[in-house]
């Protein structure tokens, strides 16, 4: 039997010290390569009902797999006053991720919570959740009326046979579709549909993805296969570079850059030069955009990552349940951002098995959210 070797509940995370001088929030936090904090993705569950190939494979998370019991979760008391505090320190925009953040009990409820807060200027937070679609149809209203702006549901391809190959639990593409839809009409827009493409299993999707959603309301973007965390089998021949998905679309249907919509957005935009709307692309392997990266992640169990591809977290949770004030988390959040360097895929490199030079283990994306 075959070793499995996974790092999800990170033991060498630490409970993050408090500073000596409890210095308080100005809204504009900076690391040591001056990128401000301005993005916070929570993972809410590390649970999942799919099994895609590049995240939770089923060699990896199969029915004896041992999730984070209940108790070690966040409850959405402590997501909300964590949030807090990250938005004095600058953020504005909260993604929901998990694992499947909508298997998540009541998950409107944290919604409905996060949307009470306001940003460090008093503007309402921009709240967007991520979704595989499965449950999308069911849940879309009630989390638009809980105060849900956007949601961005992955959708690896159109046909019924690729799809099921890559979620790996056999759940229909017209189900997901369906769920696009109801987002759609429920006011959650404009939907953005993610694609990751792994060569061999799903690059001839990228023309049908196009031509489908070409014209309509949804955004789609395409990503490359990263080698985040340690169970996905990553290897860089399974990469298709994003300049070969735009130059695959732009040969029949042509394509034109456009401007990012803010500084640090992961996707590169292109509009359709027939009016027929815009694609994005991804390019964390081949053209990595750290050096304006602004995202934290907070992890299912309160665990703070500054990086995507980091193999080590701070123990927020600990804070919390010690019953530290709200000045010295906050202090503790600031001086974490503070010394942060994160450039992992600047530095990445690949030698000529297509592996990772001096791979080290890294937390999977299931636990920390994309």
Request: aromatic share 6%; net charge neutral.
């Amino acid at each position: 039997m075959t070793e499995k070797i996974i790092l999800l509940n990170d033991g060498r995370s630490q409970t993050p010290a408090i500073p000596a001088t409890l210095e308080a929030p100005t809204g504009s936090l900076r690391d040591r390569l001056d990128r401000p904090l301005h993005d916070l993705r929570i993972s809410i569950t590390d649970r999942c009902n799919f099994r895609c190939v590049y995240c939770m494979p089923k060699e990896v998370f199969d029915k004896d797999y041992q999730y984070l019991p209940h108790n070690a979760l966040l409850t959405f008391e402590e997501i909300t006053r964590l949030a807090r505090l990250f938005i004095e320190h600058g953020v504005e925009k909260i993604r929901l991720t998990g694992g499947e953040p909508l298997l998540r009990k009541n998950v409107e409820r944290l919604v409905e919570m996060l949307a009470g807060l306001r940003t460090a200027s008093g503007k309402p937070l921009d709240i967007t959740l991520t979704t595989n679609g499965s449950l999308l149809a069911r849940k879309a209203q009630s989390l638009k009326d809980a105060g849900l702006k956007r949601v961005t549901v992955s959708l690896d391809a159109l046909d019924d046979a690729v799809f099921k190959r890559m979620n790996d639990v056999d759940f229909a593409v017209a189900d997901v579709l369906h769920g696009i839809e109801v987002a759609h009409q429920a006011g959650l827009g404009p939907v953005k549909v993610n694609t990751v493409v792994k060569r061999g299993m799903n690059e001839q999707e990228v023309l049908p993805l196009a031509r489908h959603f070409k014209g309509s309301p949804v955004i789609l973007r395409f990503i490359e296969f990263m080698d985040v965390g340690s169970s996905n089998g990553w290897n860089m021949r399974d990469v298709v570079p994003s300049a070969e998905v735009v130059r695959m679309i732009g040969a029949e249907m042509p394509l034109a850059p456009i401007d990012p919509n803010y500084t640090g957005e992961t996707a590169e935009r292109w509009r359709y030069t027939d009016g027929g709307g815009e694609i994005g692309v991804i390019s964390s392997v081949t053209q990595a955009f750290c050096k304006d990266c602004s995202r934290a992640r907070l992890s299912t169990e309160g665990k703070l990552y500054t990086c995507l591809f980091a193999s080590r977290g701070h123990d927020l949770r600990a804070l919390l349940r010690e019953g530290r004030s709200e000045a010295e988390i906050s202090a503790a959040v600031g001086a974490l951002w503070r010394v942060r360097s994160d450039r992992y895929s600047e530095l990445r490199t690949i030698n000529t098995d297509g592996l990772v030079q001096g791979a080290r283990r890294k937390v999977e994306m299931s636990y920390i959210g994309g």
